[in-house]
């Protein structure tokens, strides 16, 4: 049956005004109608109506980059440099990282991304076909791939065996209405030129994405300079692989020539501001990169490296660290981020009928109430939800026109289970990095 | 009663390891034992047993900069430069500001606080009385003053009448249980020398704190050094105001001579890194401060330049900056920054009894509930309050014995009511600034 939604306001994208008083009608998976909420209802009598009450409805969130399955190792090791951090505690662990955990792990994260209103992620991880089955599980979207490298995976063994894989699930998820299977290569110093030639060639034969983490650290670049004698990006595009098929991670450690080359070769970027500062890694250049015109979507990174899901925070982080570095509060406004966290995220991913609220439009949309005393007084809804919004305020969530989230709950799976496994796996993983 | 409280962990203090599955006893306003809970039953089975489950314990934040009653303000323009956010939207509402908006928004902000676990907030403002009233009413605790500067105030006329209005509430307020009256001439550029000198002989007078905005943009530095010949630190330093007496907000500005002079005249600086960066003003040099051996705690500044009152976020934030722009993720570690937010902000409003608990501390508690996805799993109890609990988490609050917050439920005051009188307050706001 049809749905129509009502809320006191509806943003539609960041660059129509704020509709209020507005309401959405949800047919099957689409957005059939957006208007006047007296208007529809006359228009469509016979729609189930959803009174949001004192609320924002806005597009749901892209999270263009997360590890979700590690929620298992959140706080495990904080405040360590980058390499004792993997080498001591991550690494030693994922060496014993289970089927099971992967999916568990997903879950728990899954449950708290639909709570800040993430509706569609971009993931890379090892066992990706569990946490394909968690999103089968939980109604969310999310574009995934396993990550690849040359060293053996406890995942998958040897390369080849990653790269059949990938090949195994592009065939099988080729057709599915939430799930796109992208080609993800850890990055250029995990991965030998080869492996990303092979990479890139399976992304082309089945017109999908390649994700990768570039450019994140100052390490990283001389690392590959020392290799190669070029930075990562002109690395990659010596290799042929800077294209619009290309979503990069981080993109930190920018010259302005290589801004310019994204810019010009199509190339998107999961800006992650939270993690790059906790890890010690910098603040990308996002404006530059805005300005240059490239797309700039938003991501977590792992919530081991954030230690959250939370995209308000991300937006928030976002902007203030701009203005803040620039000296200038003009800078990043609230609807750009807002952008960034919607409609850019979802065209980074070739989804372009999602990340704003229009008739033929994919209904991923999200409730945050404004009955809460930090959201209070409402004087503009991008100002509310990027300024002052966070995790948790978000009340209601609908991926493909099905509620996930409704009135505070989770309707699709059991949350509480998901927290007591991730609890049970936590004490193996502590057991682990205490013999380590 | 004695109260004989229960929590997964307890966190005494930054500087001692968590007691898991410990408890504290709480008799009148103050903490009579702290141990294993099942010891403490033992000793004291007369007490009233209140059991947090799943949660930690730990003591109340103290946010050491804000202007509270600010709220009315949150959201009404941002992301515009300083002075045109304050010319043409802050100063010209400011004009008409009446005492009932500061006195509902005080209560609205303090709302916000107790969910965010603050237990005690300091506070410069026009109309402090209306916030006196705000914070006997809620039972919060507050170090506070009327806000001084050369100009007619709309709070109290001119400043004589300032001076004379916060001598009448050091008078009347000395033997408070909840609140400590400062001394607040607003900042250097609004204060004339004269101006500064009675505001410190009243506070000197009354064994008080002076609190004062400072170095906190590139812009005031420049107008102070043309104005008087030198920055603001040695502006005051020359008319005798550096002494352990004085909080100064922001300190952004400042150079390794200014941070050395700060350390040795024993100053204390309330760090605000969200705001800062939101107004664009740059980033506080928080590490090289608290190496030196300045007393650093944290605020929020006003909800309208931040855009909320959770200082979980502004431990994050402070923590994330200094790690990301030198590069070292070990900077700040997770127990440092809640150090700042508990135990230096108390020591720097010369509260020694508060910020930490043991036998003889004042008992101001909050408790976060980690029945969450986004605190799931539990590996330590610092990295979860700081790295990704967030405000709104809080469940229980305790100010001097007595529950302020209680299983999610405000006990001393009607929320709603503030909301709804706040969103009122708004309407009109907002049409003051159209015709402005």
Same mark, same amino acid.
């Given at each position: ?33 957006l ?6 209802k ?9 009174d ?14 997360? %590890? ?26 994922? *060496? ?14 899954i ?45 998958y ?82 290799l ?12 930190? *450690? ?56 939370d ?10 660290? *701009? ?5 200038d ?7 750009k ?15 372009e ?16 109430s404004?009955?809460?005393? %930090? ?6 809804p ?9 995790g ?28 007591? *496994? ?15």
């Amino acid at each position: 049956m049809a749905k129509l939604l009502k809320a006191r306001v509806v943003i539609t994208s960041p660059n129509n005004p704020p509709l209020s008083g507005g309401a959405v009608l949800v047919e099957g998976e689409r957005i059939e109608a957006l208007g006047a909420f007296e208007e529809l209802k006359q228009r469509f009598p016979e729609a189930e109506i959803v009174d949001f009450g004192e609320s924002i409805l806005f597009p749901g969130f892209v999270n263009l980059h997360t %590890h979700a399955s590690m929620t298992i190792f959140r706080g495990l090791a904080d405040d360590l440099p980058l390499m004792t951090w993997l080498e001591n505690y991550i690494f030693p662990v994922e *060496q014993h990282l289970r089927r099971e955990w992967v999916y568990w792990g997903a879950k728990l994260a899954i449950a708290e991304m639909l709570r800040s209103g993430i509706t569609t992620f971009v993931d890379m991880y090892l066992f990706e076909p569990e946490v394909i089955r968690a999103v089968e599980e939980t109604g969310v979207r999310a574009a995934l791939g396993e990550g690849l490298f040359d060293f053996p995976s406890p995942g998958y063994g040897p390369l080849e065996k990653g790269l059949a894989l990938t090949r195994e699930l592009l065939e099988s998820y080729a057709t599915h209405p939430r799930l796109k299977i992208i080609v993800c290569p850890h990055a250029t110093y995990t991965c030998s030129p080869e492996t990303l030639k092979k990479a890139a060639a399976l992304a082309e034969e089945f017109n999908t994405l390649l994700h990768i983490h570039l450019s994140e650290t100052r390490d990283e670049v001389a690392l590959i300079k020392a290799r190669y004698g070029e930075t990562p990006p002109f690395h990659l595009e010596k290799l042929g692989l800077l294209n619009e098929r290309l979503l990069v991670a981080h993109a930190v *450690q920018l010259t302005d020539e290589e801004i310019e080359l994204f810019a010009r070769r199509g190339v998107r970027v999961a800006h992650c501001p939270e993690s790059n500062l906790k890890l010690g890694s910098g603040v990308a250049p996002v404006v530059a990169l805005l300005e240059a015109g490239v797309l700039v979507g938003l991501g977590t990174d792992g919530p081991a490296s954030n230690n959250d899901l939370d995209l308000f925070g991300e937006m928030r982080t976002a902007a203030f660290l *701009q203005k803040g570095l620039s000296f200038d509060p003009t800078r990043l406004p609230a609807e750009k981020v807002f952008e960034m966290a919607t409609t850019f995220g979802a065209r980074a991913l070739g989804f372009e009928e999602l990340g704003f609220i229009a008739p033929g439009a994919r209904a991923d949309l999200a409730v945050v109430s404004l009955a809460a005393p %930090h959201l209070t007084p409402f004087y503009d809804p991008f100002s509310l939800l990027v300024y002052s919004a966070r995790g948790g305020d978000v009340t209601d969530v609908m991926v493909g026109g099905e509620f996930v989230l409704r009135g505070g709950k989770i309707l699709t799976f059991d949350e509480e289970e998901a927290r007591r *496994q991730v609890i049970e796996i936590a004490r193996e993983v502590r057991a682990l990095t205490k013999k380590g």
